[in-house]
């Protein structure tokens, strides 16, 4: 859960400032004369993904070579009689979320640096979102103590949550198939919901200079895109 929560503030809050520096210094009238702003903001997005991926991927390596490493020193075998047994469904599951929880955060900021004029302004913004990745990983303590429970079911199906709380859950007792699949399809939804709007704001937003978008503002190009 801290893993994915680092990757996703770093890489979120990243690909915000790559907005807004384009923004900035204009480049953005550049592109958009060669490609609609969909297609730039995702590529954007899909690019900066891969990065994270492969950030998370050494992590995980390094982090497996670490325990097979100390699994042959006699010891550290009590202490890693202790660990869970990571198998190769919940790396791939794990790597799932990630990419989900990449592209929820990575649009909303894409779009808070479509909405403002400097990375300043953006960091005020950027305090929701990051408070919410900080309440998914505090829930993550609630999810190992009892995975089975109320609350560990709502948290690892809820958009903006899941991504940092299902991994956990997984790790601590697997859950049904059918609460995995209706997390994905949940935040799938989420995903294209998200997107969608963020495309209008971006289209918008990133020709406007001089002054930082309103959320009434905001709304308007919405409904009007």
Same mark, same amino acid.
Request: include cysteine.
């Given at each position: ?21 384009? &923004? ?19 590529? &954007?997005? +899909? =690019? ?8 998370? =991927?050494?992590? +995980? ?9 100390? $699994? ?8 890693? #009689? ?23 955060? @990575? $649009? ?13 302004? =953006? ?25 089975? $429970? ?21 790790? #601590? ?10 997390? +994905? $399809? ?6 294209? =919901?998200?997107?969608? +709007? ?12 001089? &002054? ?12 009007? @895109?």
């Amino acid at each position: 859960g801290l893993m994915i929560y680092i990757t996703l503030a770093i890489y979120g809050q990243a690909i915000m400032g790559a907005v807004v520096e384009e &923004k900035e210094t204009r480049i953005a009238e550049i592109l958009f004369s060669s490609a609609r702003p969909f297609e730039l903001m995702l590529g &954007k997005l +899909v =690019g900066v993904g891969l990065a994270g991926l492969t950030q998370l =991927g050494i992590w +995980v390596g390094t982090a497996t070579a670490l325990l097979g490493f100390l $699994s042959l020193q006699a010891d550290f075998q009590p202490i890693l #009689a202790s660990v869970p047994t990571i198998t190769p469904l919940m790396v791939f599951y794990f790597l799932i979320y990630f990419l989900l929880g990449f592209f929820i955060y @990575a $649009s909303i900021f894409a779009l808070i640096g479509s909405m403002v004029t400097t990375v300043q302004e =953006g960091g005020q913004f950027a305090f929701p979102p990051i408070m919410i990745m900080l309440a998914a990983f505090y829930f993550c303590f609630a999810v190992i103590r009892n995975p089975n $429970s109320t609350l560990s079911f709502w948290v690892t199906i809820a958009p903006f949550l899941a991504p940092i709380t299902m991994p956990v859950r997984i790790i #601590a007792e697997t859950p049904p198939l059918w609460q995995i699949l209706l997390s +994905v $399809s949940v935040n799938v939804a989420a995903i294209a =919901g998200l997107v969608w +709007v963020a495309a209008r704001v971006y289209r918008v937003g990133m020709l406007m200079y001089g &002054k930082r978008a309103t959320i009434p503002e905001v709304w308007k190009w919405i409904r009007q @895109a």
